[in-house]
C-alpha cells in the first residue's frame, strides 16, 4: 500500500522541542521532493520546510528558521522534522507530503502526490 504514515507530534510547553516522523511504504522518498506543512483552525495550509529532490537542500518559512530542521534517512525511507524552541502560534495538524516533480521549494498543494494522516501539535502552558 502507497502511503506517508506520521508519528510524533504531541504537547509541549512554551521553548520546548518535539519531533514528528513521515515513514513511506510502497515507495522509495528518495526521488521525492518532501514537504512539511501545518494547518491551525481557521487558516489555510502554510509550508513549514522541505527537502529538494535536486540535491537534498533545506527550505524554512520564515517563521521556524532557526528553530525547526527537515532531515530524510533513505535507509529508513524516513523523513523527520525537528521543532525547537516551540511557541503557541506553532500549534497547528502538521502534515508530510511528497511530490515526484522535480524541483526545489514548496510546491502548490496539488503539485504532491502523497499526504501523510496528519498529526497535532500543541504548544501551552
Known amino acids: 500500500q502507497v502511503q506517508l504514515v506520521e508519528s510524533g507530534g504531541g504537547l509541549v510547553q512554551p521553548g520546548g522541542s518535539l519531533s514528528a516522523s513521515c515513514a513511506a511504504s510502497g515507495f522509495s522518498l528518495d526521488y521525492y521532493t518532501i514537504a512539511w506543512f501545518r494547518q491551525a483552525p481557521g487558516k489555510g495550509r502554510e509550508g513549514v520546510s522541505c527537502l529538494s529532490s535536486v540535491d537534498d537542500s533545506t527550505y524554512y518559512a520564515d517563521s521556524v528558521k532557526g528553530r525547526f530542521t527537515v532531515s530524510r534517512d533513505n535507509a529508513k525511507n524516513t523523513v523527520y522534522l525537528q521543532m525547537n524552541s516551540l511557541k503557541p502560534e506553532d500549534t497547528a495538524v502538521y502534515y508530510c507530503?511528497?511530490?515526484?516533480?522535480?524541483?526545489?521549494?514548496?510546491?502548490?498543494?496539488?503539485?504532491?502526490?502523497?499526504w501523510g494522516q496528519g498529526i497535532q501539535v500543541t504548544v501551552s502552558s
Open positions: 507530503a511528497a511530490s515526484s516533480v522535480y524541483g526545489a521549494g514548496f510546491l502548490p498543494l496539488n503539485e504532491y502526490d502523497y
